[in-house]
């Protein structure tokens, strides 16, 4: 009795009763368990193959610039067939190309031109299954649970992403300079997509198209389309636009900059750099949990969160380049991870709530595309800027932040933003 009146009240536990979602996360957690060694692999083996950073920048470039560019026709094709097909077509493809990879590794034929190679068709297979990934989980979780179901996927992929990295860093180490263990990372890599088919195939829903599309519209008509809807709809926009400058200004800063600052000021250098990724990542995973967990705050309270957290954001960033101690710059990182993770699942379930079925995979492809796609030019940008002046590139970065929140306080949209989550604000 005490289990059931519980699965009633907690949301997250009425997710995880759900045996869809249940498959969905298992998959997806082994599939990110993987990637995480893969991430480690391939530039450890570009590095050995050449011991050239030029040559791992062309592969990591070859992956990351198709990925970003075939986003919107992957939200487009996402949109015609099903997120469960699209990600079922993703795992098998991308199990071929690992198996192959590896296979090179381990019998020594591997070169480089296999790995731009490798690289380059990761990117583009990547561009059709992150839409279709960012669609799946309201085909399966009911509407008044969705912010709970996206707070578990995404406190998933953190954990992985924080415990990943070392583990293959261990494995591969292990093997001294043998490129043995770069293969045998590979091979798990291929061996977790393999795991997610399964899963995938066998989730019940998810299979069905995202309600309607026009069969006769062309795929670019198609995003075109979307695009319209996004622009027709001005607190999505508003919504969109404040997401991606802030996400432009902070994420440049935050990966160039951190890694300069442990380096040039702080005593513990290395070990300072790691300390401070991990105080991120660590309060992103709490910002899922605690927004997954606790109610959704609505109307003029909800306006006034997210602003002050977007303030905050900027106020930490600018502290940044002026304060010279490693623990206080642990906590001011772990607690605006912390709001980056809370804030982040509110406005990101709010969106899929807010599309209508049928477009969502362009909609969601639109935000990924317009924030990752920007990374690079923030991080070119960012790297600029410290070289002449660290302590400017937080301190200008910050007050553009700054600057975002004050345009979008005083947008009409914002008020109406807060009522539309007064409006959806999940059952309790």
């Not at 979602?21 to 530039?43: K, M």
Request: a neutral charge.
């Amino acid at each position: 009795m005490t289990t059931h009146t519980t699965s009633q009240k907690n949301p997250m536990a009425r997710v995880m009763s759900l045996r869809d979602f249940r498959l969905l996360l298992a998959g997806t957690a082994t599939s990110l368990l993987g990637d995480q060694f893969a991430l480690i692999a391939t530039p450890w083996l570009t590095l050995q193959l050449t011991g050239d950073p030029v040559a791992l920048g062309t592969v990591l470039a070859l992956e990351g610039i198709p990925r970003a560019l075939f986003m919107l026709i992957g939200g487009a094709i996402t949109d015609r067939l099903s997120p469960r097909r699209i990600m079922l077509i993703a795992d098998f493809i991308r199990l071929f190309l690992t198996g192959l990879m590896a296979g090179a590794v381990l019998t020594g034929a591997v070169q480089i031109w296999m790995l731009y190679a490798f690289g380059l068709a990761f990117g583009l297979v990547a561009g059709f299954a992150v839409p279709a990934e960012n669609s799946i989980v309201p085909m399966i979780v009911k509407e008044q649970d969705l912010q709970a179901g996206n707070s578990i996927m995404m406190g998933i992929t953190q954990l992985i992403g924080f415990v990943g990295p070392t583990l293959a860093g261990i494995m591969i180490g292990g093997f001294s300079n043998s490129s043995f263990g770069v293969g045998l990372a590979l091979a798990i890599d291929a061996v977790t997509f393999a795991v997610s088919a399964a899963c995938l195939g066998l989730i019940r829903t998810g299979s069905q198209k995202q309600v309607t599309t026009d069969a006769k519209e062309s795929v670019w008509a198609s995003i075109l389309t979307g695009i319209k809807y996004l622009w027709s709809d001005s607190v999505l926009r508003m919504m969109v636009f404040v997401l991606t400058a802030v996400n432009f200004l902070l994420m440049g800063p935050l990966l160039v900059g951190i890694p300069v600052l442990a380096n040039q000021r702080l005593p513990e250098g290395a070990t300072a750099f790691g300390l401070l990724m991990s105080a991120f990542s660590g309060g992103s995973l709490i910002g899922y949990i605690l927004a997954g967990a606790l109610p959704r705050p609505s109307g003029t309270m909800m306006r006034i969160i997210m602003l002050a957290l977007l303030a905050a954001f900027g106020a930490v960033v600018a502290a940044l380049g002026v304060i010279t101690s490693t623990w206080v710059d642990f906590v001011l990182l772990f607690l605006i991870g912390l709001g980056n993770g809370y804030i982040g699942i509110i406005l990101f379930t709010w969106m899929q709530t807010r599309a209508p079925k049928e477009m969502l995979g362009r909609i969601m492809s639109i935000l990924m595309f317009s924030n990752t796609g920007l990374v690079p030019v923030s991080q070119a940008i960012s790297g600029m800027v410290s070289k002449w002046d660290l302590t400017f590139l937080f301190a200008i970065a910050g007050a553009l932040v700054l600057l975002v929140t004050l345009w979008a306080a005083l947008q009409p949209e914002m008020k109406l933003f807060s009522e539309s989550l007064t409006v959806a604000a999940p059952a309790e």
